[in-house]
């Protein structure tokens, strides 16, 4: 009964958690509605979910987290220190094809949102086979440890997570 109520669990709570964090004050009203919408979003948008991504380990998602905020924060610095003190002609941007083999579209929709999230880089395209990102960067002197750097650091956590 209660799954057919709320047929996608973490999307009802992030839409609790997030309706709370904008009203910025809990008051039972508040929290009623919050419920009320994390009901009715997910009923509404069911017949439009092909499915729950297979996800077996969906606890290392959280050590995947902290490992991309702590990525973002000196992926910042790092950009704030090449646009700061770098002359036009000392910066090397450049295009880079990143093949992956993971096989989940959810992975690879966190995969590429995870190099856009990070300063420096931008996911650009994923390829028609959806087996190469475009992937461009700000600085990067060598393009392979970028394409090595992010296949071992994240490719290969997403794979362990989604299987």
């Not at 770098?86 to 910066?91: E, P, Q, S």
């Not at 475009?134 to 970028?146: E, F, K, R």
């Not at 090595?148 to 956590?157: F, L, N, Q, T, V």
Request: include cysteine.
């Amino acid at each position: 009964m209660l799954s057919r109520l709320y047929p996608h669990p973490a999307l009802s709570m992030t839409l609790v958690l997030t309706w709370m964090l904008l009203v910025n004050e809990f008051k039972l009203g508040s929290l009623v509605f919050a419920v009320f919408l994390a009901t009715v979003i997910p009923l509404l948008t069911a017949p439009y979910w092909p499915g729950r991504a297979a996800m077996p380990r969906p606890l290392s998602l959280i050590s995947y987290v902290l490992i991309v905020i702590w990525d973002i924060l000196i992926a910042s610095l790092t950009a704030a220190k090449v646009i700061l003190f770098y002359r036009d002609k000392d910066i090397q941007s450049a295009w880079i094809a990143v093949p992956i083999d993971l096989k989940s579209p959810e992975a690879i929709m966190i995969l590429g949102a995870t190099i856009t999230l990070t300063p420096g880089t931008v996911t650009a395209d994923v390829s028609s086979c959806g087996r190469v990102l475009l992937v461009h960067a700000l600085h990067a002197p060598d393009t392979d440890a970028v394409r090595d750097e992010i296949k071992s650091r994240y490719e290969a956590r997403l794979k362990r997570i989604f299987g």
